[in-house]
């Protein structure tokens, strides 16, 4: 069995860290066997380098290894370059072909991204895993192949088998032995390392100077979260090689080319999950405020139509007293001021007759009716200035605190911070 570090040179892998040195051990151990193995971790870790050791190491390493990105072939045409297809199974199939499965056979195939897969596929795949059977597009012969598969995946595949994106028996099946790349955060003693390796070969690839970063560029390379890992790291190396003139490398010249360096080394939020969508929440507070509208106009309607008919407001003050309290709201110390402003507000003029009403009677010069104009001040609001007024309330009962304020609104966080935008507030 070979060490790891022979691996390391043989494959030019870079680093020293313990996670690193684990999944190569791994590695190793499962090579000589058939075992399926799911080599998981971020996208730009280095998922590639696992399935070449696993492949190299074992007893199919004189038969052909295929990789396929299987994130990079539209869901129409998977199936048939996976199995194949017959001629004319579909439009465009003017011959026989034979499937990835069909030409690796005794070998190994490398089914990267493999979380991408539609859910027809994934059921081929299970077949092959179960009894290296297979059929191509468009036939009706069952095939036998003998592969091997590695998969790979940046994607959670809990939460996918949750979201029933990706079946929970497949995932089973291809993860007998999972193999995790550590992202290249969490491997701060290596980056440095992997940096010098990359501008030296850049340097002998253009023909010029090595690039060699100072000691606060180097502080900087190290703080930095590398959210694209490894492919990030020499992507940014191969533009300072050949984009700068000066071969010593500051911290601010190096800056520039990590986006967002200044918050680096803080926590970010990756995801959040939600059960309903902003809109199904905004939608909800919209329609109890109509619905509540709705019931307080039906309620004054019922109000005038008793006025109208029975012609007596002191009856109909006191038969219909719990309505009124409904529509105007008052606490239970104000209900007798409240009836006789009611009183007073819904005094009726003389009856109709023919259609048409009498003239009302000469009121005193005193204003009866300033009660009435505050009611209806309040009972016009648009539901833009109610939605204010509840985001205001909320805010300051929370202590300014968006959070606990979206959770008594009943809405997300991310629609209060949208909404006190759009409002200025």
């Not at 490894?230 to 533009?239: D, M």
Request: hydrophobic share 35%; aromatic share 6%; with cysteine.
């Amino acid at each position: 069995m070979e060490s790891i570090q022979s691996i390391k040179q043989r494959f030019e892998l870079i680093g020293n860290d313990v996670k690193l040195n684990r999944a190569i051990e791994k590695s190793i151990q499962v090579a000589p066997t058939d075992i399926s193995v799911l080599v998981t971790g971020e996208s730009g870790v280095g998922k590639e380098a696992i399935p070449k050791i696993i492949h190299s190491l074992s007893h199919r390493k004189h038969a052909k290894y295929i990789a396929v990105n299987c994130g990079a072939i539209p869901e129409g045409t998977i199936d048939s370059e996976l199995f194949g297809h017959e001629k004319g199974a579909f439009t465009g199939a003017t011959q026989t072909r034979s499937g990835y499965f069909e030409v690796a056979d005794g070998g190994t195939i490398f089914l990267d991204e493999v979380g991408e897969l539609p859910l027809t596929t994934q059921v081929r795949l299970l077949r092959v895993l179960e009894n290296g059977e297979f059929l191509k597009v468009g036939s009706s012969q069952v095939q036998k192949t003998n592969v091997r598969i590695v998969a790979a995946t940046n994607v959670n595949m809990f939460e996918a088998i949750e979201k029933e994106k990706f079946r929970e028996d497949l995932y089973y099946r291809l993860s007998t032995v999972e193999i995790n790349i550590p992202p290249l955060r969490e491997r701060r003693e290596d980056i440095h390392l992997l940096f010098r390796k990359f501008a030296s070969d850049f340097g002998q690839k253009y023909k010029m100077p090595t690039i060699r970063l100072e000691d606060d560029a180097v502080h900087l390379l190290l703080k930095y979260r590398w959210p694209g890992n490894i492919r990030q790291l020499r992507n940014i190396a191969e533009q300072i090689s050949v984009l700068e003139e000066n071969r010593t490398i500051t911290a601010a010249t190096l800056k520039s080319y990590l986006p967002d360096a200044s918050g680096s080394n803080l926590p970010a939020v990756v995801g959040q999950t939600k059960k309903e969508s902003d809109f199904s929440n905004e939608r909800e507070i919209l329609y109890k405020v109509l619905f509540d509208m709705k019931g307080d106009l039906n309620d004054l309607k019922k109000l005038t139509l008793e006025l109208l008919k029975e012609n007596d407001s002191k009856k109909v003050q006191k038969e219909n007293e719990n309505l009124i309290r409904k529509i105007y709201g008052k606490p239970e110390e104000d209900i007798e001021q409240e009836e006789e402003a009611m009183a007073e507000v819904l005094h009726l003029p003389e009856p109709i007759v023919e259609g048409k009403m009498h003239p009302p009677v000469q009121q005193p010069q005193e204003d009866r009716y300033h009660f009435a104009e505050e009611i209806q001040e309040e009972e016009t609001l648009s539901l833009q200035e109610k939605e204010i007024e509840l985001i205001k309330k909320s805010l300051e009962r929370n202590r300014g605190k968006r959070k606990a304020a979206a959770s008594e609104l009943g809405i997300s966080e991310r629609t209060l911070y949208r909404k006190i935008k759009q409002y200025d507030l």
